[in-house]
């Protein structure tokens, strides 16, 4: 069946370090998104990319950095220089072509740091 | 530029009365609008989508939400509330430039 999966879906890391979260999907979309959400709040846009090798970023995109190198997957680092970088992130795909239109969600990652 | 506008924050309605959950958009195209809900600690799940075909779309668990391009409007609405819709819910835009933009959220409590 096609979806999109993240992984892993709980993250413990120690304040300092980088980790990546990883986001695969196998819908053939060219679209490709990261949110972040925290304790009473919507989603924020962390970053995006609607084609291979593209990106841009979203409205909090500080403290990450991404890459679309395939078009299936679409990694999110989250690095030291975030400064409160606990919180669930959400990656999403979506595809538009004619009158056909879908968007997908991973089950999502919450990352703790200790 | 595109956007879309949750106008309650909060909703809190009964067992068994209506459920309305406003959503407005703004943009200089003809869009995709989808529905989802995410109950505490759950990833996001798909109530229903608009993608400019019958313009009252029904959807799961017996929600369904009408597009008005002239109010620019696709509200949320369920003739009669569960326990178990207690949940967040966000009005989800997917415009031309095939980029996906939330709304703030909408949490539903559900009083017994």
């Known amino acids: 069946d096609g979806g999109i999966t993240q992984s892993p879906k709980y993250l413990f890391r120690k304040e300092g370090q980088n980790v990546t979260l990883s986001c695969e999907q196998n819908l053939n979309h060219d679209a490709m998104y990261w949110y972040r959400q925290d304790p009473g709040q919507g989603l924020r846009l962390i970053y995006y990319?609607?084609?291979?090798?593209?990106?841009q970023k979203g409205d909090i995109a500080e403290g990450y950095s991404v890459s679309r190198e395939k078009k299936e997957s679409f990694p999110l680092t989250v690095t030291s220089a975030q400064k409160n970088p606990t919180a669930f992130y959400l990656c999403?795909?979506?595809?538009?072509?004619?009158?056909?239109?879908?968007?997908?969600f991973g089950q999502g990652t919450r990352l703790t740091v200790v | 530029a595109q956007s879309v506008t949750q106008l309650d924050s909060h909703v809190s309605v009964s067992e068994g009365t209506p459920v309305l959950l406003r959503c407005n958009y703004s943009s200089s195209y003809s869009p995709s609008l989808f529905w989802y809900v995410q109950h505490p600690n759950k990833g996001l799940q798909l109530l229903l989508k608009?993608?400019?075909?019958?313009?009252l779309v029904k959807g799961i668990n017996g929600f369904e939400a009408e597009f008005k391009k002239s109010e620019t409007s696709f509200h949320l609405t369920k003739p009669s509330a569960h326990m178990s819709d207690a949940a967040e819910y966000f009005c989800?835009?997917?415009?031309?430039?095939?980029?996906?933009?939330f709304g703030s959220g909408t949490q539903l409590t559900v009083l017994p």
């Open positions: 999403a795909s979506s595809m538009q072509s004619g009158g056909n239109t879908e968007a997908f």
């Open positions: 989800v835009f997917l415009g031309s430039a095939r980029q996906l933009t």
């Open positions: 608009y993608t400019s075909a019958a313009t």
């Open positions: 990319s609607q084609i291979v090798n593209d990106f």
